[in-house]
């Protein structure tokens, strides 16, 4: 204690400072404490605690980088001074990634320790790996289920963006781009071949449960609008946007048991229902008023369950027995014209717009129709087909016109391929199913053709286009499809709504594709 007494509390003679004492070179302890003075009784502190030798290292770098030098001056005011520089290492240009950790290559991972590891293992008796290579291998993994080619990055590590010393905003704004994780072109549009992203979200019809089998469920062509039907006499509108699904409006129909409903008009305000009758109604959205048409009350048909709407003049296609397909027109609420195909028709639509109509039925036959001239123009034979049930067109941008049969084969044609061949081939068959194809329908954006039979429960698929892969992940076992009776695609292709026999309309979101 008196030693220390001693050394706090020196002798005034002693701290006395001579102007004319050389100064020794300064240590680095002294450097970094020139940004905090010290006065003598604290470095006379510092030695009795810590001793004599004690020196204080710098932490900005080692020892071996860090070199002190003392140069002297002298000018008419001050004689005999020194001024001392520290030079430190280097900068260098050259970032450095932050997720590089050199540290890596000490680490030991064990990769046969949980089941999602042991997918990263190259031979099943591996068990540990180096976390650099753990991370290759997640990227490979990565890679691989998102089907995604990460050649490109490899490619601009290599290429030089920037030129050394270049002082350019536009190539410094570049750089700082690429070395950003955030994004600057928006969300992924590329969908996968097997693997769809969706999530089921509350039931469309939710506020508006049928009281039989779903017969319709068909989006708006403009608006975020679906309309369902059946045969419990309703026509339900919805306004979807996955939480509430508010109804908007219900018109019963008490004397029509609904089959089939299509909008129509130029912005979609018309709705026109039909069903095993000999009348159909139409539904102004607009004014909310019900029209009963009785254009077809001379026919000997018991009723006219389907029929499509002409996109170009928007007459209605009905169609009826031993071949007969009707045509009439919703202004004048008179026939236009009736066509007749050399067997039973199921299933027509309307293509090039509006100027043709396609129909297919028994024997597998497709007839081609020029309205103008109001004459057959082709037949073709739908391969391997004994009974087509339905026809589905895609957006006019693919091309594509898919076909289904009794036995539950899905062909998909190019439409100018079949309106001309008389044994067209088609460009993919798909035999997922063996039930009786009921219900398709292509997305807006021709990446997914779907396609259910109502015969067998949860006979539903959804395929990738153009590569006609069936998406594995879904529907899986505990997906609640039932019986599928009608699938549809919203305008934007974000919403997918499936209806069933339970009087349900499940909605599902598809994260690839904006929902408006």
């Not at 001579?18 to 510092?46: C, F, N, W, Y």
């Not at 409903?261 to 019900?290: I, M, N, W």
């Not at 004048?332 to 639509?349: D, F, I, P, R, Y």
């Not at 109001?374 to 073709?380: D, E, G, T, W």
């Amino acid at each position: 204690m008196g030693i220390l007494r001693r050394s706090v509390m020196p002798d005034k003679k002693r701290t006395k400072r001579k102007r004319s004492t050389p100064q020794a070179t300064p240590t680095i302890g002294e450097l970094v404490g020139d940004l905090h003075p010290k006065d003598q009784e604290e470095l006379e502190l510092e030695r009795a605690v810590f001793g004599a030798d004690f020196t204080l290292r710098p932490t900005t770098a080692p020892d071996s980088e860090l070199h002190v030098e003392t140069k002297s001056f002298s000018t008419p005011e001050h004689d005999d001074e020194s001024e001392t520089f520290v030079k430190l290492p280097p900068e260098t240009d050259q970032p450095v990634a932050a997720w590089e950790d050199p540290d890596d290559d000490a680490l030991q991972i064990r990769v046969d320790s949980a089941p999602r590891l042991r997918k990263l293992r190259q031979s099943g008796g591996e068990s540990t790996i180096t976390g650099s290579e753990f991370q290759k291998r997640l990227r490979l993994q990565h890679a691989k289920l998102n089907r995604a080619d990460i050649r490109w990055v490899e490619t601009a590590k290599q290429n030089q963006f920037v030129a050394e010393g270049s002082d350019s905003e536009d190539e410094h704004d570049l750089r700082k781009a690429l070395e950003t994780s955030e994004s600057v072109v928006g969300e992924s549009k590329m969908l996968p071949q097997s693997v769809i992203e969706l999530q089921r979200l509350t039931n469309a019809n939710v506020h508006g449960v049928n009281k039989a089998v779903v017969q319709v469920a068909t989006f708006h062509p403009i608006k975020s609008l679906l309309l369902t039907a059946g045969f419990d006499c309703k026509l339900r509108l919805f306004n979807v946007d996955g939480k509430e699904n508010a109804l908007m409006l219900t018109s019963t129909l008490k004397d029509l048991p609904i089959s089939s409903a299509h909008f129509a008009g130029p912005s979609g305000q018309h709705v026109y229902a039909s069903g095993r009758r000999k009348f159909f109604y139409c539904l102004d959205l607009e004014k909310g008023a019900t029209m009963r048409l009785n254009t077809l009350h001379r026919r000997t048909e018991n009723g006219f369950e389907k029929f499509a709407v002409n996109p170009n003049n928007h007459q209605l296609a009905f169609v009826g027995n031993q071949g007969h397909v009707v045509l009439t027109d919703p202004v004048t609420q008179q026939e236009a014209m009736v066509l007749k195909a050399s067997s039973a028709v199921n299933g027509v639509t309307f293509v090039k717009n509006g100027t043709h109509l396609v129909t297919v039925g028994k024997q597998g036959l497709v007839h081609v129709f020029d309205l103008r001239i109001q004459r057959c123009l082709h037949v073709a034979q739908d391969q391997g087909s004994l009974d087509t049930t339905f026809i589905t067109l895609s957006p006019s941008s693919l091309g594509r016109v898919g076909l289904g049969s009794e036995t539950g084969v899905f062909n998909v044609y190019d439409i100018d391929h079949l309106l001309s061949a008389k044994d067209p081939q088609p460009v993919k068959s798909l035999m997922n199913l063996t039930t009786r194809i009921t219900n398709a329908v292509f997305h807006p954006k021709g990446e997914i053709v779907a396609y259910a039979s109502h015969t067998k429960k949860n006979n539903m698929k959804l395929v990738h286009i153009p590569s006609y892969h069936v998406f594995k992940n879904w529907p899986t076992l505990s997906t609640p499809l039932n019986y599928v009776s009608v699938v549809d695609f919203s305008s934007h292709g974000g919403y997918m709504a499936v209806g069933n026999d339970k009087g349900a309309v499940l909605l599902y979101r598809l994260k690839h594709y904006p929902i408006g």
